[in-house]
């Protein structure tokens, strides 16, 4: 018989707020990366937008479409026994109005089978958030940042540092019901009166060590795109060179007529 494993919960998750507990969050696209996650510990799993860069190969997240999202969060959702899983809601899928949001993520919840959704904004989403709360479906905010807002903002890479800005936005992503929220590039300072300012935990990236947790795109940390090094990522691994060098020894003894060997031919 399989061991019991305890699913990790939205209230336990929030509870880390606070505490000595700093929890970690990686993103996943698919069946196979997210197995591997849930069973190394994560406690949470995002199912980020990040897709459309790193599965699709676009320039930003806007292309990747709520039919995309929902699938791939299916895929990750049916590996995972203990991790919370977090499906972000894409570019316009939620931002036309509040009813939009809400159907949306209903849409991605009973799809996927994940456990809560994500969306970019604090303050001015604040209704958004609301609404799809009522709906009885959890939500983690997104401030600093934001991937979605790329067009406006004009970088990817810029360090948001309005700190009244980034604490209304917090604050208000809060009192709207948010049961975490994403701070991406911002100041580690400014981060820390924020996390201290929340009764919810925080998930940096790029927002140094004084949140509540911290979030990595997964295919960034192990090293798969050894061209993409921000200041804020740390490779893990180098599962790059590793994956060059296996398939080229794989090349080499195909063509010396090696493999197969005779240890891996039917008799």
Not at 1 to 28: H, N, Q, Y
């Amino acid at each position: 018989m399989a061991e019991r494993v305890k699913k990790i919960s939205v209230p336990e998750f929030r509870a880390a707020a606070g505490t000595d507990r700093k929890l970690t969050m990686l993103t996943a696209y698919d069946f196979l990366w997210a197995g591997i996650l849930d069973q190394a510990g994560v406690d949470s799993i995002l199912v980020g937008d990040s897709l459309s860069m790193v599965v699709q190969g676009h320039s930003t997240t806007l292309p990747v479409t709520l039919k995309q999202m929902i699938y791939h969060g299916e895929l990750v959702a049916r590996a995972v026994r203990r991790a919370l899983v977090v499906v972000d809601m894409p570019f316009m899928s939620y931002q036309v109005s509040p009813r939009q949001a809400v159907r949306n993520a209903g849409k991605i919840i009973k799809k996927t089978g994940a456990d809560a959704v994500k969306l970019e904004g604090g303050a001015f989403q604040s209704e958004t958030i609301r609404g799809i709360g009522r709906a009885e479906i959890p939500v983690m905010a997104h401030i600093g940042m934001r991937p979605q807002a790329v067009r406006q903002l004009g970088s990817m890479g810029r360090v948001q540092r309005d700190t009244a800005q980034l604490l209304d936005d917090a604050r208000a992503a809060e009192d709207a019901g948010a049961f975490a929220v994403i701070l991406e590039l911002v100041p580690e300072d400014v981060a820390g009166q924020i996390t201290e300012s929340l009764s919810i935990p925080t998930i940096g990236i790029g927002a140094g060590a004084k949140c509540s947790g911290q979030v990595l795109v997964g295919p960034d940390m192990l090293g798969l795109n050894p061209d993409f090094q921000p200041r804020f990522l740390k490779q893990f691994g180098d599962l790059h060179k590793r994956a060059d060098e296996a398939v080229r020894a794989y090349v080499s003894e195909v063509q010396a007529g090696q493999f197969p060997a005779a240890e891996h031919s039917h008799r």
